[in-house]
């Protein structure tokens, strides 16, 4: 199995930019697709953006244009780079291993880290 390890979350102001890392050990990160994922307290974890085994991209709505996911295989690693941060992006955000669905829901998803938090302010 994998284990996964997010960092790069902070304090930031709205317009401002941050980029979250997300390392795995145990396996390669090119035998899943990853997501990143947020949740709010009080609401159920959503989906933000995903990467394929292929390299492909996917994006909830929300954040298309302004955050951008990619892959380092070399560094068993995945990135989430977000940019023009508004405060409703404030969130713990989580990455996430799928062995057989790409962008799925967040009950999809076969391992999580720990979550890294984000916070903007206004």
């Known amino acids: 199995q994998v284990q996964l390890e997010e960092s790069g979350g902070g304090l930031v102001q709205a317009g401002g930019s941050l980029r979250l890392s997300c390392v795995a050990s145990?396996?390669?990160?090119?035998?899943?697709?990853i997501g990143w994922l947020r949740q709010v307290p009080g609401k159920e974890r959503e989906f933000v953006a995903a990467?394929?085994?292929?390299?492909?991209?996917y994006y909830a709505d929300s954040v298309k244009g302004r955050f951008t996911v990619s892959r380092d295989n070399a560094k068993n690693a995945v990135y989430l780079q977000m940019n023009s941060l508004r405060p409703e992006d404030t969130a713990v955000y989580y990455c996430?291993?799928?062995?057989?669905?790409?962008?799925?829901?967040?009950?999809?998803?076969?391992?999580y880290g720990q979550g890294t938090q984000v916070t903007v302010s206004s």
């Open positions: 990467i394929s085994w292929g390299g492909g991209t």
């Open positions: 996430a291993a799928d062995y057989q669905t790409v962008a799925g829901t967040p009950s999809t998803y076969d391992y």
């Open positions: 145990g396996r390669s990160v090119g035998d899943y697709s």
